[in-house]
């Protein structure tokens, strides 16, 4: 039975809040019908627990989420009709500081936004979630936050071939300044306190275009950071990268980016600079017109996502293949360096009988992927993320929840494996789950409940990693014991040979390129390009309540200091027709957030 809150649609650790009498942070589940709970995760000792019943050294249960842990309900935007149900956010992303939260589709003054929340355990405040920044969703292709935190990259709708840095306000101004003490009226209104000063915003910095492989400029649908980055703008000497944008054409194209600081620099003076370096997933294309025709392998990017460890530089990647041979279509996952490269390995295959054995060799390494559907629908895909694998190694690995089928982990790019839990339900009922430290995996069902399981200290395979599995180089009993974990591996390797000759074979059906070779793109992806960050420096003004008009001087409501006009007359008639209904709720909701009558009034 599904719980009264819907289904979970994210689940991530936030380490450093405190709740209740948690130790190690907390787990922050949101519901699809919005509200957000905290479980608390405190230590235990071993001895208290149980894991030898199974005789595998684990122990499973499910947890239960108290009424009193719900912190929040997010006033997700409703579907039509009065049913009750809720649009899921297209986007929920935490900051790599863990400190906001990014929500894509809220109803936020009966308008479908984007929001960024900030979350704290303060207890001055009422709320753990704080809003601090929104804007009409319309607005952005995508967003996500910059690598320190302190403000977001978008990518807008009127302009998908730059980028857009948008700071926030700092920190101490949002614990400080009454402009951001803001009341929540019904379910959606949003009011926020007046301050009649000029506001000044910015810096707003702007980056791009770049140009793709095809030297045209890059249409940008999806942009994420280098959350291992502590500095959006690095010295010139750094080879990070901070960004990575794609695209919905199915070329598999998409673009690394590096920020820096010149010699004088600081966000605010000197010179800041960008550099752009295109790539491809897969680099054998007649043309772009060939690549981009209906009936040619296409290759979808649905996810990529930076490593969240500082010695690793890998990227996941989340695609979707169509139009290739065989079994080969279908999403799966993937790996690639910043160099545009394949993780790569060794192979002893020669290539095929008159064949270029390097050439086929090279197109192992590129399009060796771990399949985990056959569907076309990425809506099957419940989660995906950068995870360490339960009890075992020391490398991070990418894993995707596919739902009703279960988990599945690649680790090096041609390791691939299921995990299945001791209970007999996780497969098909697993819908997303969240590691903390190397032996406690927590997962929630379809239905809502969360669950966990934990691994005795004693079931650690530190110095075990995943070729050794695979290979079967271990010790038999290490490998007897990692399937009793639940890991069922796989080397891919040997499955991706039919898929070479899909592009060693192609054949261009033109009738002038009928005889010609498939370009090789590869040698193009070291091209790059650099340019100018363009800063800029805005004056909000505000607009009257009733009649829309831009203020240069407004009038601010004595009451509730949340609305202002052009004139006296505005003012009363939005009073009669609107205003006297909801002022006093306004002020007794603000009072109710701790913001104090004497400190509303400052400046009256």
């Known amino acids: 039975m ?6 979970v649609i994210f689940l991530e650790h936030l380490p450093d809040i405190q709740f209740e009498k948690s130790t190690r942070g907390v787990l922050l589940l949101i519901f699809a019908n919005g509200d957000a709970f905290f479980f608390p995760l405190e230590d235990e000792p071993e001895k208290n627990k149980e894991f030898g019943k199974n005789g595998k050294g684990i122990q499973e249960s499910r947890l239960n989420l108290l009424p009193h842990y719900k912190v929040f309900t997010f006033p997700f935007y409703p579907e039509p009709g009065g049913t009750g149900s809720f649009y899921e956010p297209k986007r929920i992303v935490l900051s790599p500081d863990k400190t906001h939260l990014l929500l894509t589709g809220v109803l936020l003054r009966n308008l479908n936004c984007l929001a960024v929340y900030q979350i704290h355990d303060n207890p001055e405040y009422q709320e753990y979630f704080k809003i601090v920044y ?12 910059i690598p320190d935190s302190l403000g977001l990259v978008a990518v807008l709708s009127k302009y998908p071939s730059l980028l857009f840095l948008i700071q926030f306000p700092w920190k101490e101004q949002l614990n400080n300044s009454r402009n951001h003490a803001y009341a929540l009226v019904g379910e959606n209104e949003i009011y926020k306190v007046v301050d009649t000063n000029p506001r000044v915003g910015g810096p707003i910095q702007i980056i791009g275009p770049a140009l793709g492989v095809w030297n045209q400029p890059f249409r940008i649908s999806h942009v994420a950071a280098n959350i291992v980055c502590s500095d959006c703008f690095e010295d010139e000497e750094s080879d990070v990268f901070d960004l990575i944008t794609w695209n919905d054409f199915g070329c598999g194209e998409y673009v690394l980016w590096k920020l820096k600081r010149g010699k004088a620099g600081g966000v605010l003076g000197g010179s800041l600079k960008f550099e752009w370096y295109p790539r491809l997933l897969i680099s054998k294309f007649f043309d772009k017109q060939w690549a981009e025709a209906e009936e040619t392998p296409k290759v979808f990017i649905e996810e990529m996502q930076f490593s969240c460890s500082p010695v690793d530089n890998r990227i996941l990647v989340l695609m979707r293949r169509v139009n290739f041979k065989g079994q080969n279509n279908g999403i799966g996952l993937y790996m690639v360096t910043p160099e545009g490269k394949a993780v790569e390995y060794k192979t002893s295959t020669e290539g095929r009988k008159g064949g270029n054995g390097e050439e086929e060799n090279r197109l192992l390494n590129e399009l060796c992927w ?12 419940s989660c995906v993320k950068w995870t360490n694998s339960f009890l075992l190694g020391n490398h991070m690995g990418c894993a995707v929840v596919v739902k009703g089928v279960g988990l599945y982990e ?3 790019n041609y390791f691939g494996s299921t ?3 001791l209970n007999d339900g996780f497969a098909k009922n697993i819908s997303n789950f969240v590691q903390v430290g190397q032996n406690k995996r927590y997962w929630v069902s379809s239905q809502g409940t969360l669950r966990y399981m934990e691994g005795s200290n004693k079931s ?19 490998i007897i014991r990692l399937r009793k974990i639940g890991y069922f591996s796989q080397d891919l390797r ?22 010609e070779k ?16 363009e800063s800029f420096y805005c004056l909000h003004l505000y607009k009257c309540w009733y009649c829309n008009q831009v203020l240069l001087k407004p009038l601010q409501c004595s009451g509730c200091l949340c609305v202002v006009y052009c004139s006296k007359a505005c003012q009363a008639q939005h009073w009669k027709e609107e205003h006297k209904f909801v002022c006093l709720k306004i002020y007794e909701s603000l009072l109710a957030a701790y913001v104090s009558k004497d400190s509303l009034q400052d400046g009256h």
């Open 2 to 7: 599904e719980s009264v809150h819907g289904k």
């Open 370 to 381: 771990y399949k985990v559907t056959d569907s076309l629908d990425v809506k099957e895909i």
């Open 419 to 421: 995990f299945q839990s």
């Open 460 to 478: 650690f395979l530190p110095n075990f990693e995943w070729e050794e599995v695979v290979t079967k180089t271990s010790d038999l009993n290490n």
């Open 518 to 533: 498939p370009e090789d793109l590869n040698g193009k992806q070291t091209i790059t390009g650099t340019g100018d960050i």
């Open 134 to 145: 929104y804007d009409l969703n319309s607005t952005y292709i995508d967003a996500c936050f």
């Open 494 to 515: 040997q499955e991706m040979q039919p898929l070479v000759e899909t592009l060693m074979n192609t054949k261009h059906d033109k009738k002038n390129k009928k005889n």
């Open 410 to 412: 690649l680790y090096e």
